[in-house]
């Protein structure tokens, strides 16, 4: 069980500086943020992350302009994003994925940890992870 324990707390952690890192860069953070972490795999769903700008261009029709400015953000952001999740994990991020999503206000921030000793990404899933 302390492992499960270990996980909640460090998922929780990775959420709240995720949405820190938000909140410091576009001067406005989710308002909820989830985050789950398995094996070499943490996801940060954050919700209703549209500043006061971005929703005047989304109700304009630009909510492609929107999507392209915050995939570029994310990408500048990609070093402070993994280097949050390094601290808090204690294991090197491999791979940084990010998604947004309209309709309802949804980000992904998607993080690829590398294995421990004896472990790979692929292979076969454990039990849980279908």
Same mark, same amino acid.
């Given at each position: ?5 270990? =996980?909640?707390? $460090? #998922?929780?952690? *990775?959420?709240?500086? *995720? ?22 795999? !943490? ?5 209703? *992350?549209?500043?006061?700008? @971005? +929703? ?6 630009? #909510?492609?302009? /929107?999507?392209?400015?915050? $995939? /570029? %953000? $994310?990408?500048?952001? +990609?070093? #402070?994003?993994? @280097? #949050? !999740? ?12 990010? $998604? !947004?999503? %309209? ?7 998607? %993080? ?8 790979? =990404? ?9």
């Amino acid at each position: 069980m302390p492992e499960h324990s270990d =996980n909640g707390r $460090q #998922a929780s952690a *990775i959420g709240t500086a *995720i949405s820190r890192l938000h909140r410091e860069h576009y001067g406005r953070g989710a308002t909820t943020t989830r985050t789950i972490l398995n094996r070499n795999y !943490v996801v940060a769903f954050l919700e209703d *992350i549209y500043t006061p700008v @971005e +929703r005047t261009l989304i109700e304009a029709g630009s #909510a492609e302009t /929107v999507k392209e400015t915050r $995939q /570029v %953000f $994310q990408m500048a952001m +990609r070093a #402070a994003f993994s @280097e #949050a !999740v390094e601290e808090i994990t204690g294991r090197k991020v491999v791979a940084f994925m990010s $998604q !947004v999503h %309209f309709g309802p206000d949804l980000a992904a921030e998607i %993080f690829v940890l590398e294995p421990h000793a004896g472990e790979s =990404n692929g292979g076969t899933p454990e039990q849980g992870d279908r």
